[in-house]
């Protein structure tokens, strides 16, 4: 014989099922503001879809994500690529829904050895910058890709300007994300202290397996983006 329900069992799984019910409908409701309004997403991979639309690349295949909670306590950083760019994108959770930061593609049809750009990222209460270097190595004699973050020192004696380095952040054979035959890299830092009198900049090292450099420039592509 089946158990029969009770009074109180049974105003339970009313109440369960009402929540259920009302939870489905915020959710359609959710998806429909999202379409008309472009308010937030229900999900963070559809805010980097939009962030790749809007730098006019393909979507791409997700190659690694990275939390920044310096940032927002749910920002998250997403690499993703394509066999024509590869893009950076960032995204956070909001009362509306995932909402869509900044981003930037590389165009890596050009036939460069090496493709390289960055992301960096601070709030206004926070004492520190999130620094995100990204790229995409095409030159099969690049075994390691190194970032040089350098600042400029003025010497008053002398009246020169002198670059120092300030960091530096390596990926090697075994950082290397790689996809369809092509070899990609994230690198991130957080800046909490800049005694510079330059701001930022950032140089990328293409290395041989013998330690000679293939390729070397100055970091150009990028985007900077202030949180309040």
């Not at 350098?150 to 996809?179: K, M, N, S, V």
Request: charged share 20%; with cysteine; hydrophobic share 35%.
């Amino acid at each position: 014989m089946s158990k029969q329900k009770t009074p109180k069992r049974e105003k339970l799984y009313a109440r369960k099922q009402w929540v259920a019910r009302r939870f489905v409908i915020f959710l359609i409701a959710l998806l429909a503001v999202n379409h008309l309004m472009q308010l937030g997403f229900l999900l963070p991979i559809q805010a980097i879809r939009q962030g790749e639309e809007r730098q006019g690349a393909p979507h791409g295949a997700v190659l690694d994500r990275l939390w920044t909670p310096e940032i927002h306590r749910t920002h998250l950083v997403y690499l993703t690529a394509c066999e024509e760019a590869v893009t950076i994108a960032d995204t956070y959770l909001t009362v509306y829904g995932w909402m869509g930061g900044f981003g930037w593609s590389l165009d890596c049809t050009t036939g460069e050895p090496l493709y390289a750009g960055e992301m960096t990222m601070y709030r206004d209460e926070q004492a520190g910058t999130v620094c995100c270097y990204y790229g995409r190595v095409d030159d099969p004699a690049i075994e390691t890709v190194t970032v040089s973050v350098r600042g400029q020192i003025y010497d008053e004696t002398t009246q020169t300007a002198h670059w120092e380095e300030a960091a530096t952040l390596t990926a090697g054979p075994e950082d290397f994300l790689e996809r369809e035959g092509h070899r990609h890299f994230l690198l991130s830092h957080t800046i909490t202290d800049w005694p510079y009198d330059s701001s930022r900049h950032a140089w990328v090292i293409g290395y041989d397996a013998g330690g000679n450099v293939v390729t070397e420039f100055e970091i150009e592509q990028g985007t900077h983006s202030y949180f309040g």
